[in-house]
């Protein structure tokens, strides 16, 4: 059973998915990023003609959020059909701003396959005190 927020968390990351722009993989993703004081930032993958210019439904919740002024993040849902992982690209993303943020991996029917941290993602990461 999962618990009240990580349920609305990964509804919240469903609906972000519907709006997916996915003509090249038809693979939507969902995300829906909690802040610390209590903010959600929804994205969705947006692909590109171009193929690389394509951004994860991951970095777009980030950069939404912190082109807010956001920098402190509590929880991530992760939404895709099969319950997939955030790629090594969102991974450092999100190492960058909050190694102990909490990474839920759901699927479409909201299934939860997964929950873990990014620091657990993302092991010896690179990070901001690295350049201090
Ligand atoms: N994708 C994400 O949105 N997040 C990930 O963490 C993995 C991959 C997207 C990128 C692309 O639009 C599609 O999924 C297939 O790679």
Request: glycine share 10%; proline share 5%; aromatic share 8%.
């Amino acid at each position: 059973m999962l618990n009240p927020a990580d349920h609305e968390l990964i509804q919240a990351a469903i609906e972000a998915s519907r709006n997916a722009y996915i003509p090249y993989s038809g693979y939507a993703v969902g995300a829906a990023l909690l802040t610390v004081d209590g903010a959600v930032y929804t994205g969705c993958n947006v692909e590109n003609a171009g193929y690389t210019p394509t951004v994860c439904a991951e970095r777009t919740a980030l950069f939404k959020a912190v082109s807010e002024g956001q920098r402190q993040f509590e929880r991530i849902a992760v939404v895709t059909r099969d319950g997939g992982s955030p790629c090594g690209v969102c991974r450092q993303v999100m190492f960058e701003f909050s190694p102990g943020m909490t990474v839920l991996m759901a699927d479409l029917d909201g299934k939860l396959h997964l929950r873990t941290t990014v620091a657990e993602l993302l092991p010896h990461g690179f990070g901001p005190a690295n350049l201090q």
